[in-house]
């Protein structure tokens, strides 16, 4: 019996031995004698215009005990407050070679003392701030390109990118260097940071991670059609969904930060709201998308050329109007001075007019334009019916200075430094003689209490 069992194991053995191997599998070179596609000849071409942003701020912090000269006396402490240094990390994107120009995200170099510019091959530069704009969330960088050899990245402007496109994110995320990932372009026109005051964005699914802000989107021609600049987030990581700022608005504000170092905004004096199925049933109007004239503010373009609230406004210079917001990012990017054209539906007939921005009435103006302890909060002209001067505080970041001294959403600052003053533009010439090193006392009115409030 054992013997068998012995023979039989001796004939599987054999048998296994001569049955052939399985096949292993391996990825072919080629099929048909082609090549199989990869980005590896675009990203060669791209990954020189990307560079590494690090960013240091030095901000004088004081201890609590510093204010007490009994205490300072009692320990023979000086009175000179410690310096502390904090750095930051993102990307930017190279976009004129000849004068060596980089475009960034403005929250990546917001506030910083020193900026640093590292290339793909390990080079550095100091880098100079030409103009940063907070509404939009971009800046301008600049590092001395002579005999540099530096590589711009071409941008797409003229072709629309559509869902469904594929991209490719290069930055440096987590500060581990150049870095790339791909997806496709998930979404068109987002605007879903509430942040920033015009929104367009680009939502992808290709890994947007801290440290890819400024970096560049591209397609698969190595052209940038984006801005990184955000990520939908509830654990700080990536989950598939990222923000980028289309290029078509990115270069509208390089062009303006280039030749004049700030953005020049213009206004048509309206405020409008999205045209719901509501409106349009009420309007008896059979489109679904557009943006309808909710007020028309007095000695404006607007009320000049006739505008109504009702109005509803489908087109803008020759972009459809799909919302609100559509139409405040339009009127936003366009340069002080220059024209808009409008097509809008007015008792179910379609009109066109054109009309010349004006210098905006002062509405929702953030903090930082104004002063940089204002830093965070968006102030706002006070309602016509109010007897109170001053302005109002719209809305107010939580680790901003102003929210750390004790200011709250719908404080209204009636005085600064023992100075009164009624609107914006008051407040931001009263701000300039003050200086933007010096401390602020803001009076402000809460309710029926009034307030002294210190920011240092």
């Not at 500060?175 to 990932?181: A, F, K, M, R, S």
């Not at 066109?352 to 968006?378: A, C, D, F, W, Y």
Request: hydrophobic share 45%.
């Amino acid at each position: 019996m054992n013997y068998c069992l012995r023979t039989a194991g001796l004939i599987c053995a054999i048998l296994l031995l001569l049955l052939p191997a399985p096949a292993k599998a391996v990825l072919p070179a080629a099929v048909d004698g082609q090549p199989l596609p990869s980005l590896a000849p675009v990203l060669e071409q791209v990954v020189p215009s990307v560079v590494n942003i690090y960013t240091e701020t030095r901000v004088q912090v004081r201890s609590p005990f510093m204010d007490d000269p009994f205490f300072r006396r009692f320990f023979n402490l000086p009175d000179v407050p410690r310096e502390r240094v904090s750095r930051s990390l993102g990307s930017g994107v190279i976009v004129d070679a000849d004068n060596g120009y980089i475009l960034t995200n403005h929250h990546v170099i917001n506030d910083a003392d020193d900026i640093a510019v590292t290339l793909v091959d390990g080079r550095s530069f100091d880098a100079e701030l030409i103009g940063s704009d907070e509404a939009t969330d971009l800046a301008v960088i600049k590092i001395d390109a002579q005999e540099q050899s530096l590589h711009a990245l071409p941008l797409n402007i003229a072709e629309e990118l559509r869902v469904g496109d594929f991209v490719v994110a290069v930055g440096n995320p987590f500060g581990l260097g150049q870095t790339v990932t791909s997806g496709i372009v998930s979404a068109l026109g987002r605007s879903a940071l509430n942040r920033l005051e015009f929104q367009n964005f680009i939502q992808t699914d290709a890994s947007i991670n801290p440290g890819n802000s400024g970096g560049a989107l591209i397609n698969l021609r190595g052209e940038l059609v984006g801005i990184n600049t955000a990520i939908f987030t509830p654990s700080g990581g990536n989950v598939g969904i990222g923000f980028a700022i289309p290029v078509s608005m990115a270069q509208l504000v390089l062009n303006q930060l280039t030749e004049y170092g700030v953005v020049s905004r213009g206004s048509l004096g309206l405020e409008t709201q999205d045209l719901t199925a509501e409106l349009a049933a009420g309007f008896d109007l059979d489109i679904n998308q557009g943006a309808v004239i909710s007020r028309v503010m007095e000695q404006t373009p607007a009320d000049d050329a006739g505008l109504r609230p009702g109005d509803v406004i489908i087109q803008a210079n020759g972009q459809p109007v799909r919302n609100a917001q559509a139409l405040i990012n339009i009127e936003g990017l366009t340069p002080l001075g220059e024209s808009i054209e409008l097509i809008y539906l007015r008792d179910g007939r379609e009109r066109r007019i054109s009309l010349e921005t004006m210098r905006p009435l002062n509405r929702h103006v953030p903090g930082g334009q104004l002063h940089p302890k204002l830093e965070g909060m968006i102030v706002d002209v006070l309602p016509e019916r109010s007897r109170l001067g001053g302005v109002i505080i719209e809305s107010l970041e939580q680790d901003s200075l102003g929210a750390a001294a004790g200011l709250r959403t719908g404080d209204v600052i009636t005085a600064i430094n023992r100075v009164r003053f009624n609107g914006v533009e008051r407040m931001r010439d009263l701000l300039e003689d003050i200086g933007s090193r010096e401390d602020l006392v803001l009076q402000i009115q809460r309710g029926r209490r009034a307030y002294l409030v210190l920011l240092e």
